[in-house]
Every structure is written in C-alpha cells, then in structure tokens.
C-alpha cells in the first residue's frame, strides 16, 4: 500500500527507443482512467525502481525492448538489483509483461517469465508484444512512433489490472 493508502500498480520499465515508453504511457493512462484515482498507477523507469517498490505493490508490470534477444540490460540491472532482496517474499504477486520487438520479442517475455517464475510471481495476463518488424540498423535504433492499433492492448491490460486492483483481487 501507499503513503495514502491506495492500493499500488506498479508498472517497471525500461525503453529505448520510445517504443515501450509509448507501451507504458498507454497502459498507465488507461488504468488511471479506469481506476477513476481509487488506485495508485506508479511508473517507475527500472533504474529508479527496487525491491521496495514491488514489495508496496498489488500487482507489477514488467516492460521492456528486445535487445539482442533478451530483456533490455536496464530491466536486466533491476532484476540483479532485486531478485534476492524479492526471494520468498512475493509468491503469488500478480505480474503481467509487456515487450516492444523488432521481429520477435518471444525470448524476452520467457526470460521475464523464468524470473517472474523463481520468484514465485504470478502471471495473471497473456503477455502483450508489440512488434514494429525493424530490420535495419537504421529502423532499430530509430524513435519508434506506435499507432493506436498497437498500443490497444496495452490500454486493455491498463484496464485490466486496475480493475483487478480496484477490486482488491490482488491482495
């Protein structure tokens, strides 16, 4: 719980290129919406975020680029930074992932998946992943400028959760 005693979704989150910055905004907006302030929405980039954080929250979500296959090294240093601080103190947490790729995306949901695992998490949404099929140097390191088709599941899961949460089905 928070300082003022609202119930936390805490969505952590690392972007590059602005793809999942784009991702995050979606979903936070449309969980603040759909919440009408009965929750807190806290978005916190992963360098800033810890363990604490997760520990005060009903429920995370976890966001991040493919980089070379994998979760971003930012989203990766969170996890270094938290993983045992976590261990054995959040099983059952609810957790959901959300991944902005290239072309795939599918090895960094499953490298969340296997920490989310360990820590004894639970998924409680079908991961979403957004694909903007940049193949080139170029279109990789590009700012990336999502449409409103690829940012809708995110403002699902947004409500998704924040209804959940509202709802106290996460505690």
């Not at 930074?81 to 995306?105: E, F, I, N, T």
């Not at 599918?106 to 920490?115: C, G, L, S, Y």
């Amino acid at each position: 719980m928070s300082a003022n005693s609202l119930p936390i979704l805490l969505v952590v989150w690392h972007s590059q290129t602005d793809g999942t910055r784009q991702m995050v905004d979606a979903l936070c907006e449309a969980a603040r919406e759909e919440s009408g302030g009965s929750i807190e929405v806290r978005c916190l980039p992963a360098a800033e975020a810890g363990p604490d954080d997760v520990l005060a929250s009903a429920a995370v979500v976890f966001a991040t680029p493919e980089n070379l296959a994998a979760i971003s090294g930012r989203l990766k240093d969170f996890f270094d930074r938290s993983y045992y601080p976590l261990l054995g103190r959040v099983p059952g947490k609810a957790y959901a992932v959300m991944v902005c790729a290239g072309s795939d995306g599918h090895n960094a949901i499953a490298q969340v998946e296997r920490i989310a695992t360990g820590l004894r998490m639970k998924a409680v949404a079908e991961p979403v992943l957004v694909c903007t099929h940049a193949q080139t140097p170029e279109a990789i390191l590009t700012t990336k400028h999502l449409g409103p088709e690829q940012l809708a599941p995110c403002r699902e899961l947004g409500r998704m959760l924040a209804a959940a949460t509202q709802m106290g089905l996460f505690e």
